[in-house]
């Protein structure tokens, strides 16, 4: 699967004298009949490849397995604990820096990694070293420009924006079922205590029947042009106000 690992050798990467790397972060959990369990990673890596096509940045192979525990209910997920996902990227990080690389930026591709603020928010007490990417407001801001009619909250998990991907940057993952898939549910109080399983039962809330890989190129392309401002900043080059990507 070549758009999940960077294909470059050691010469490439010197060649590139990056200051930044980009670690992609999914999950393997359950997105419905019709999109793999790798959904999280894939599009992860779909973003962070076209960042790299775009920036000087070095690609890392992503971490495809995290925190999904609200997904427990269907089969093949597999999660692992936040401690261990904060072990890992500190690993990560510290190696980079052995390396010459002293910035990292998480690409995240699954909302359910809410551990990822804290490490950042830890990683930066003394500078910009590290950063999360796509913060809310980018997320919103592909939507609107690939004219998707959903939002964060109704689209949350298999949806129009997910589906749209990978229709996009890699169609052959996807099965059909998702013209017919649509399952909205606007409350969900008590999902972490609760699960996914208390608010569906196919494991999808969100409206993949609006899904389409032009949708997918147009929020990927947006999100690649939002990209500069991160960049920008943990390369200290524009400090300003937050809007959640540090």
């Known amino acids: 699967m070549p758009h999940l690992m960077p294909g470059l050798t050691t010469e490439e990467v010197r060649a590139r004298k990056a200051a930044v790397a980009v670690l992609p972060i999914g999950s393997f959990e359950q997105h419905g009949p019709y999109l793999p369990l790798i959904t999280d990673t894939a599009i992860a890596c779909i973003i962070a490849n076209e960042i790299a096509d775009a920036y000087p940045v070095q690609s890392l192979p ?18 692992i604990s936040s401690r261990t996902l904060y072990a890992i990227i500190a690993d990560v990080q510290q190696s980079l820096r052995q390396s010459g690389i002293s910035k990292l930026i998480l690409i995240n591709g699954h909302g359910g990694n809410y551990v990822l603020k804290n490490i950042v928010q830890e990683a930066t007490v003394d500078g910009p070293r590290m950063a999360l990417f796509p913060a809310s407001a980018d997320w919103a801001q592909a939507r609107a420009a690939a004219g998707m009619t959903t939002n964060d909250h109704e689209d949350m998990h298999a949806g129009e924006l997910e589906t749209s991907i990978l229709l996009y940057g890699s169609p052959r993952f996807v099965r059909n079922g998702y013209q017919d898939g649509d399952h909205t549910v606007d409350e969900r109080p008590d999902l972490l205590t609760v699960g996914m399983e208390a608010y569906t039962t196919s494991g999808i809330i969100g409206r993949p029947s609006l899904a389409s890989a032009s949708k997918g190129k147009s929020a990927v392309a947006r999100l690649v042009e939002s990209f500069t401002r991160c960049l920008d ?5 524009r400090i300003g106000a937050g809007d959640g990507t540090l």
């Not at 397995?65 to 093949?76: D, L, Q, R």
């Not at 900043?233 to 080059?237: A, L, Q, V």
């Open 62 to 79: 992503p971490i495809t397995i995290s925190c999904s525990h609200e997904h427990k209910a269907w089969p093949g997920t597999v999660s």
């Open 233 to 237: 900043i943990i390369t200290d080059k």
